[in-house]
């Protein structure tokens, strides 16, 4: 029987964060202010192995997940991540498998990671300017960079490759016209995503969020768009296609249209929490179970007793006042 929450909404996503280390310091996700030398990053034995992330997400395929998505932090940053790639895409029933990365070491490790089973990915990247992106990912490195990343993706066969940016009013807003015109005709899919209140380091306001509706507006003053059906029911972006049949685009209006009423997502940290909302408190605390010497069985009912009650619908309810409220960061357990 296939697992619901209060809502009745399935569990069929997982993300898994691999790592809560990252390469860049972006403004909106990881502020340096925050994350400087001396934050205390999770110590290597405190993070969960490949072979108990395999373990689980076999358990929670068995429950019907059928989509993994791996995350950080910046999950290329940990070693042989292409081994962990290779022990999930063996999972039999796991219908997709992907990844999510800031690029800058994809070049490198695009064609293992393809061999070891990934068949897509999605690249963050927030402007084509060399300074804008720069500056929101305060790390020094540039825009080529990640173009190179996305090459190698490309090279390597993996397909679609999604860009993800974040746009934030007044820092990269005056550039989204450029990502999807450079992107255009590609068959690469840019996904533009409303600025969200994730965590709580990042000092949020709804003044910052440039709503989709705007991103819409400006793209099709210049390339017109006509929407476009959603692949499949619950898809966290609109699609919009270019009317003479260019491409795609897509929207993520999670402020100002939130889609919590099909969100089947869960997400486990690297050290083993798992949280049932991106802007959760609590995670629940499935490491121990690991190493406590847990049966799949047990480790099968704690993922049932967490789901069935599971009652998140954040974006629905968010106001300035929830804004400001304790979150996991968004590094502890990705986007
Ligand atoms: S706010 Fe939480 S419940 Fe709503 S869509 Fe986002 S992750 Fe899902």
């Given at each position: 029987m296939t697992l619901q929450d209060r809502f009745e909404r399935?569990?069929?996503?997982?993300?898994?964060?691999?790592?809560?280390?990252?390469?860049?310091?972006?403004?909106?996700?990881?502020?340096?202010?925050?994350?400087?030398?001396?934050?205390?990053?999770?110590?290597?034995?405190?993070?969960?192995?490949?072979?108990?992330?395999?373990?689980?997400?076999?358990?929670?395929?068995?429950?019907?997940?059928?989509?993994?998505?791996?995350?950080?932090?910046?999950?290329?940053?940990?070693?042989?991540?292409?081994?962990?790639?290779?022990?999930?895409?063996?999972?039999?029933?796991?219908?997709?498998?992907?990844?999510?990365?800031?690029?800058?070491?994809?070049?490198?490790?695009?064609q293992g990671l393809r061999d070891a089973g990934l068949k897509r990915i999605t690249v963050s990247l927030d402007s084509l300017d060399d300074e804008v992106f720069m500056r929101m990912n305060d790390s020094g490195v540039g825009v080529a960079t990640v173009l190179e990343g996305i090459a190698g993706a490309e090279a390597a066969g993996l397909s679609p490759i999604k860009i993800n940016a974040v746009v934030k009013r007044g820092e990269n807003d005056h550039t989204i016209v450029d990502l999807a015109r450079h992107f255009r005709g590609t068959g690469h899919i840019v996904r533009f995503i409303e600025f969200m209140d994730v965590g709580s380091t990042n000092g949020w306001q709804m003044e910052h969020v440039v709503t989709a509706r705007e991103i819409v507006e400006l793209i099709n003053a210049e390339m017109p768009l006509e929407p476009a059906e959603p692949n499949y029911r619950g898809e966290v972006a609109q699609r919009w296609r270019y009317v003479d049949g260019s491409g795609e685009i897509g929207v993520i209006a999670s402020i100002t249209q939130p889609f919590c009423g099909d969100c089947t997502r869960a997400r486990l940290s690297a050290e083993g929490q798992l949280y049932t909302c991106l802007f959760g408190v609590r995670g629940h605390d499935f490491r121990s179970l690991l190493r406590g010497g847990a049966t799949d069985e047990e480790i099968s009912a704690a993922i049932a007793k967490v789901w069935k009650v599971r009652d998140d619908r954040y974006s629905e309810i968010r106001t300035s006042e929830t804004a400001s409220l304790p979150k996991v960061e968004m590094s502890h357990i990705g986007g």
């Open positions: 399935p569990l069929r996503d997982l993300r898994i964060s691999v790592t809560d280390r990252c390469n860049f310091r972006c403004t909106y996700c990881m502020p340096r202010e925050v994350f400087g030398p001396d934050y205390a990053f999770l110590q290597r034995d405190a993070i969960l192995t490949y072979e108990e992330i395999a373990r689980l997400a076999r358990v929670f395929v068995a429950h019907g997940v059928e989509k993994i998505r791996l995350t950080g932090g910046e999950p290329l940053v940990r070693r042989h991540l292409h081994g962990l790639v290779s022990m999930l895409s063996d999972i039999e029933g796991l219908q997709d498998l992907t990844l999510t990365t800031n690029g800058s070491l994809l070049k490198a490790q695009a």
